[in-house]
């Protein structure tokens, strides 16, 4: 059974961290790509980040890029977001998902399994 299990959100002051990870099971993180989304209320699905089976690193998200880094654990078979310096607007639900594929892709609608979301939110 393919599953995706996010866990780590929670409330944080502006300015702090968090490390949301990504355990999968059913098949190897190290095959597909898997993909970090947020949706904030109101808002539709924005997809973060995405890292390939090769790895490679990928550009991120305008609103993200040079404070949340994506990265994987093969032998944990866990794909974990790094956010530093998180704002206010930084508020969300976010999930990881799978593209069913090697490669990743841009927009949610590509991506084919999903977990059940973690909650973030930057507030003072």
């Known amino acids: 059974q393919l599953q995706l299990v996010e866990s780590g959100g929670g409330l944080v002051q502006p300015g702090g961290s968090l490390r949301l990870s990504c355990i999968v099971s059913?098949?190897?993180?190290?095959?597909?790509?898997i993909g970090w989304f947020r949706q904030a209320p109101g808002k539709e699905r924005e997809e973060i980040s995405c890292i390939p089976d090769s790895g490679q690193t990928l550009p991120y998200a305008a609103s993200v890029e040079g404070r949340f880094t994506i990265s994987r654990d093969n032998a944990k078979n866990t794909v974990y977001l790094q956010m530093n310096s998180l704002k206010p607007e930084d508020t969300g639900v976010y999930y990881c998902?799978?593209?069913?594929?090697?490669?990743?892709?841009?927009?949610?609608?590509?991506?084919?399994?999903w977990g059940q979301g973690t909650q973030v939110t930057v507030s003072s």
């Open positions: 059913g098949f190897r993180v190290a095959d597909y790509g």
């Open positions: 998902a799978s593209t069913g594929y090697y490669a990743c892709r841009r927009y949610a609608s590509e991506f084919d399994v």
